[in-house]
T-cell receptor, first 113, second 107 residues
Framework: NAGVTQTPKFRILKIGQSMTLQCAQDMNHNYMYWYRQDPGMGLKLIYYSVGAGITDKGEVPNGYNVSRSTTEDFPLRLELAAPSQTSVYFC????????????FGQGTRLTVV | KNEVEQSPQNLTAQEGEFITINCSYSVGISALHWLQQHPGGGIVSLFMLSSGKKKHGRLIATINIQEKHSSLHITASHPRDSAVYICAVQSPNKLIFGTGTLLAVQP
């Protein structure tokens, strides 16, 4: 199993550009999450999904969009990138939202200049 | 005040030392996770526990639900243990993360 695969690993964007961060998991997990990690802060939840076709906002959703057309894929879309979106992004998945192990991707380091 | 507090924020140890990282939380939880993040790398789950103690190799995690406190211990530390260790609590259906403890083990 590959687990959770994120691409790209690094990206530099100019202000106002758009991009999609890809996330795929092969564990047949229903629950998938996008987090951002900023220096000196704990990971913050951007969006999550409880299954194909269902998504919901987390703590910091502004400036982002997601879709979940299949169980495996959960892309994160940045529209009109801003410097405040410079961060490290992690995708994660779990079998449920309760007390179960979460599996994380390798992260995407995004810089907006 | 953060709902999940870790201490220390930074820790430098000599190879072979016994290391303890602490996590305190202020919310009701169903489970607590210890995660490891290597520089430039992804996040790996080390433990998930809801009571008592778990051991995996040189790593031991304990939790005291009444005191809302957990500790991660590393015995016979090694430079390859150098990483950020993150405590996260499940409360109730979302994960709340601590800010992490940066551990450097020097040879």
């Amino acid at each position: 199993n590959a687990g959770v695969t994120q691409t790209p690993k690094f990206r530099i964007l100019k202000i106002g550009q758009s991009m999609t961060l890809q996330c795929a998991q092969d564990m047949n997990h229903n629950y998938m999450y996008w987090y951002r990690q900023d220096p000196g802060m704990g990971l913050k939840l951007i969006y999550y999904s409880v299954g194909a076709g269902i998504t919901d906002k987390g703590e910091v959703p502004n400036g982002y969009n997601v879709s979940r057309s299949t169980t495996e894929d959960f892309p994160l879309r940045l529209e009109l990138a801003a410097p405040s979106q410079t961060s490290v992004y992690f995708c994660a998945s779990s079998y449920s939202r309760g007390a179960t192990e979460a599996f994380f991707g390798q992260g995407t380091r995004l810089t907006v200049v | 005040k953060n709902e999940v507090e870790q201490s220390p924020q930074n820790l430098t140890a000599q190879e072979g030392e016994f290391i303890t990282i602490n996590c305190s939380y202020s919310v009701g939880i169903s489970a607590l996770h210890w995660l490891q993040q290597h520089p430039g790398g992804g996040i790996v789950s080390l433990f998930m526990l809801s009571s008592g103690k778990k051991k995996h190799g040189r790593l031991i995690a304990t939790i005291n639900i009444q005191e809302k406190h957990s500790s991660l211990h590393i015995t016979a530390s090694h430079p390859r243990d150098s990483a950020v260790y993150i405590c996260a609590v499940q409360s109730p259906n979302k994960l709340i993360f601590g800010t992490g403890t940066l551990l450097a083990v020097q040879p």
